[in-house]
């Protein structure tokens, strides 16, 4: 199992490297972190087409880099501003615990509970063969649900904290889906992180 040390937990999945910190950043750095990029970070609503009928996508995203090395995923093709200072700080925190330098970060704003993320995999070319996504949870705690693609009886349910580091590696993104459902429950303002390394 990749990255295990005495905080990030390592997750017993079949098929798939996992491991979580509920405590990666403290409460205080969390919430100066959300406020931070919540003004701060160029928000776009971008729009996707499912079966042929165009949909705006329910939550916004932008998408920050050291390269100008596009990224693209459902038909949206997204290239990287410059990283912040605050995210830099962020991305400098991760990197010395996975011992890894990660090129991109996308980000996901989610402004309530009707916003969401479909099932998928973090599985476009650009990411290469086993991609390691380590993924910043800031805000509001939304639940994070994944199934393995062959074996249903195979699925994690997960609630997101506050300041939570999440890595998926290895052969997760062959044999796993993930999603952010939409839930009815009065949820606040969630923002991801998900560094990656863009070829």
């Known amino acids: ?15 798939a490297e996992l491991s979580y910190d509920p405590l990666f950043l403290s409460k205080q ?3 100066r972190y959300f406020s931070v990029l919540r003004q701060e970070t160029n928000w776009q609503k971008d729009q996707i087409k499912v079966f042929g009928k165009v949909y705006d996508q329910p939550r916004l995203t932008a998408l920050y880099g050291n390269n100008k090395n596009p990224y693209s995923y459902s038909n949206i093709k997204m290239y990287p501003s410059p990283f912040t200072a605050h995210l830099l700080e962020i991305k400098s925190k991760i990197e010395n615990r996975l ?26 070319k650009e990411l290469g063969k086993n991609p390691v996504i380590a993924s910043v ?8 649900n994944m199934k393995h693609r062959m074996d249903k009886s195979q699925k994690l349910k997960l609630n997101l904290a506050h300041g939570s ?27 991801n992180l998900t ?3 863009i070829k």
């Not at 199992?1 to 098929?15: G, V």
């Open 1 to 15: 199992m990749l990255f295990q040390d005495q905080n990030n937990e390592p997750l017993a999945l079949k098929d």
């Open 29 to 31: 750095e969390a919430s």
């Open 99 to 124: 011992k890894l330098s990660f090129t991109s970060c996308l980000l996901n704003l989610y402004r309530d509970g009707q916003d969401s993320n479909g099932w998928h995999a973090d599985n476009e």
């Open 137 to 144: 949870s800031l805000g509001g705690e939304r639940m994070f």
């Open 165 to 191: 580091l999440l890595v998926m590696s290895g052969s997760t993104q062959h044999h796993w889906l993930h999603q952010i459902p939409k839930t009815k429950k009065n949820t606040k303002e969630r923002i």
């Open 195 to 197: 560094f990656r390394i």
